[in-house]
């Protein structure tokens, strides 16, 4: 399954190359001395990651002899005080993202380089590498999973109202009419934690403004305030009556589950959604239960505009990676484990436990993906525009602030958005110089 080339922003290279074939780059990560210990702080909180994430470790800890000592914590604190953490006494390995969000602290020499890693890496393409590297040309992270974020729908609902899978933006909104009339939820949507919304902001934009703009917005090269920008939040102004109500007091979890439950038509969000089919089942929800709900579950790429950029359907996918903190108390035994994770049976047994992600190693094992699975790398492979994710492909202390702004819009859709855009840019113009 190819991934495309990446298309290099002004200031920001980010994912998207061929998962090339190529050799097992370790078939044996080899047995450390007895005692090699290592440290690993984690962001893999909800059951099913954090149980997909165990069992890869487990795996590497018996291939290469060396013990992991695990410190998770929820999604929303580990970002909160990661910057805090790395500059404080931080676990050897720790779960980050790629691409800009990862240099923004390798520039501040918070993280070590793992080069000498990935001297031993042909499995994993070379845009996989490039987003995992720094400004300095050095590799920084190992990337293990990606995913795209589209609209997750149970085809089941759509058969039972007679509904295609919508192409354009009117044959969405004619779903979403429909679905309200008959007194159903339309979109799903919980962005209590602050983020979701952001890819919703990211594929208007994509969609209506192509992602070299998309990009360079991010990066600080265009304005918030411009007329572009604008007709974005006027568009989503017109989808916001679709929304489930209460939607910034509503966790992601939840919303997802309402959507397997059937209470909700569709969901824009990550395919990680797919963790969330157990819970929504309930108590006693077993194996089988579970294959059944993500057999009637199906996703399609989020809906065109009639734009020039039609033909470009960008679209998030944003990498997980490990990195290496700059100063580990044990950076062989980090290394090791780091080695390991890289190798395609590692990533395998990741992905076959989280169906809502897949794997980036070209010698992963497929055979054992859902249909869901495999459709999540051919959406990938099909864009032409791959970003990480607003809160990566920009500076964190824009990112963390913009969940702010997002809410207040969601909040009151009907205010003065040029006040509004104005207080964005006004915001970022307060930001200071870079490193």
């Known amino acids: 399954m190819a991934f495309p080339e990446p298309r290099a922003p002004r200031r920001i290279t980010v994912l998207a190359t061929a998962l090339a074939t190529a050799a097992l780059a370790f078939t044996s990560i080899g047995v450390a001395a007895d005692g090699h210990e290592t440290t690993l702080r984690s962001n893999a909180f909800d059951p099913v990651p954090k149980e997909a994430l165990q069992s890869m470790l487990d795996y590497c800890m018996e291939e290469t002899g060396v013990q992991i000592s695990i410190n998770t914590l929820n999604h929303e ?33 918070l993280m ?60 969405f909104k004619a779903i979403g009419d429909d679905a309200l009339a008959k007194g159903i939820v339309p979109l799903a949507f919980g962005d209590l934690q602050g983020w979701p919304a952001m890819g919703t902001f990211d594929i208007l934009n994509m969609r209506l403004n192509g992602y070299d703009f998309h990009i360079a917005l991010m990066a600080g090269d265009e304005k918030w305030t411009d007329e572009r920008v604008k007709n974005v939040f006027e568009e989503w102004r017109a989808l916001v009556p679709y929304l489930q109500p209460g939607g910034t007091s509503r966790e992601w979890q939840e919303a997802a589950q309402d959507l397997f439950r059937g209470d909700a038509v569709m969901y824009f969000l990550g395919t990680f959604a797919a963790e969330q089919v157990a819970a929504a089942i309930g108590d006693g929800a077993t194996d089988e239960d579970v294959a059944a709900v993500i057999d009637d579950t199906d996703f399609f790429a989020f809906p065109v505009f009639g734009t020039e950029f039609d033909a ?124």
Do not use: H
């Not at 990661?82 to 390798?106: H, K």
């Not at 490039?130 to 300095?136: I, P, T, W, Y």
């Open 77 to 109: 604190d580990y970002q909160n005080t990661f910057s805090q953490a790395l500059q404080a006494t931080p676990e050897d390995i720790l779960m980050w993202f790629a691409s800009y969000r990862m240099r923004f602290f390798t520039d501040q020499g």
């Open 112 to 171: 070590g380089p793992i080069s000498d890693v990935w001297e031993g890496i042909d499995n994993i393409g070379e845009g996989f590498k490039v987003a995992s590297s720094g400004n300095d040309g050095e590799q920084y992270g190992i990337p293990f999973n990606t995913y795209p974020w589209v609209v997750i729908y149970r085809p089941s609902v759509f058969e039972a109202n007679g509904w295609e899978v919508p192409k354009t933006i009117e044959e």
């Open 312 to 435: 470009e359907m960008g679209i998030d996918a944003p990498i997980d990676n490990l990195v290496m903190s700059a100063n580990p108390k044990n950076p062989e035994a980090a290394k090791k484990i780091l080695a390991c994770v890289a190798t395609g049976p590692a990533q395998t047994i990741f992905a076959n436990i989280n169906p809502g992600l897949i794997a980036v190693a070209s010698d992963a094992d497929t055979s054992g993906y859902s249909a869901f699975q495999q459709k999540m790398a051919e959406i990938i492979a099909q864009s032409g525009g791959i970003g990480q994710f607003l809160d990566r492909d920009t500076r964190p202390d824009f990112a963390t602030p913009m969940q702010a702004f997002l809410q207040d819009f969601i909040n009151d859709p009907e205010q003065d958005l040029d006040a509004y855009l104005k207080g964005i840019q006004d915001f970022w113009d307060t930001l200071p110089p870079q490193f």
